[in-house]
């Protein structure tokens, strides 16, 4: 097996023995889905025609499923190998450090999938819901939002001094885009300047462009371009910032 096979391997049987870990990418999104969404949008769905309940309780899910790993679980990791010198103690090796944080991101990307499937699986059976109607579109939807989530999640890593203050910023921030996404309030309900900027955060293009496939029709463009460019900016200041000690 190659060095990053080996990590890869390694960081997998580390990702699943953590409760935390399997509970925001595979129970709480589900959780908070079935809670706070499916009360409020029974009763908004039909009244207003936006982000009906069809489409927008299973692309909150998804988006919650790729939030919470990206805004959670990855800066919080991150943070810990640097505060144990994990990083440090690589760069001393034939192991590179680059590819720790390689095999992190691909064993957070693989579990995001996996939870969106178990997401989806439950969205079907529980809600009856059917499958996505535009599957290009939805997958482009879901890479787009996975890419802008893991960037700002990996810009959280390189900014944050501590696994502490990691752990701190990736909730502090994600709330917020939540908010945004229409999960408490519906955006159409929102004042127009505030609804405008929701419409392109990372979690609010993420649901919208996700739940418009899901619907059958094309994502709007404006809003995977979004998403495409703040992938690019949050991961072009990780790498800019991000620090091995």
């Known amino acids: 097996m190659s060095a ?16 935390v870990s399997l509970f925001f990418v595979f129970a709480l999104p589900i959780g908070l889905m079935l809670v706070f969404g499916l009360p409020q949008r029974a009763g908004t769905a039909a009244d207003t025609g936006q982000h009906a309940e069809q489409t927008f309780l299973p692309s909150l899910a998804l988006a919650l499923t790729i939030g ?39 064993v957070n990307l693989v579990m995001g999938v996996l939870g969106a499937v178990v997401t989806s699986i439950a969205v079907r059976f529980l809600l009856d819901q059917p499958a996505p109607a535009n ?17 700002v999640g990996l810009l959280i890593a390189a ?14 921030l994600f709330f917020p885009l939540l908010f945004l996404a229409g999960a408490w309030l519906p955006r159409d309900r929102m004042p127009s ?18 739940g418009a496939a899901w619907a059958g029709a094309d994502p ?26």
């Open 135 to 151: 599957l290009p579109g939805f997958v482009l939807a879901f890479l787009l939002g996975v890419a802008c989530l893991f960037a």
């Open 159 to 172: 900014l944050a001094p501590s696994a502490r203050a990691a752990q701190s910023i990736g909730p502090a």
């Open 220 to 245: 709007e463009l404006p809003q995977l371009i979004a998403l495409a460019v703040t992938a690019a900016v949050a991961a072009l200041g990780a790498t800019r910032f991000f620090r091995w000690e």
């Open 4 to 19: 990053l096979s080996k990590l890869i391997a390694v960081e997998t049987k580390l990702f699943l023995r953590e409760p």
């Open 68 to 106: 919470m790993l990206a805004l959670f679980t990855l800066p919080m990791a991150l943070g810990i190998y640097r505060e144990r010198r994990i990083l440090r103690r690589l760069a001393t090796t034939p192991v590179r450090p680059a590819l720790l944080l390689v095999a992190q991101v691909v």
């Open 193 to 210: 300047a505030l609804a405008a900027v929701a419409d392109y955060s990372p979690l609010g293009a993420t649901v919208d462009t996700i």
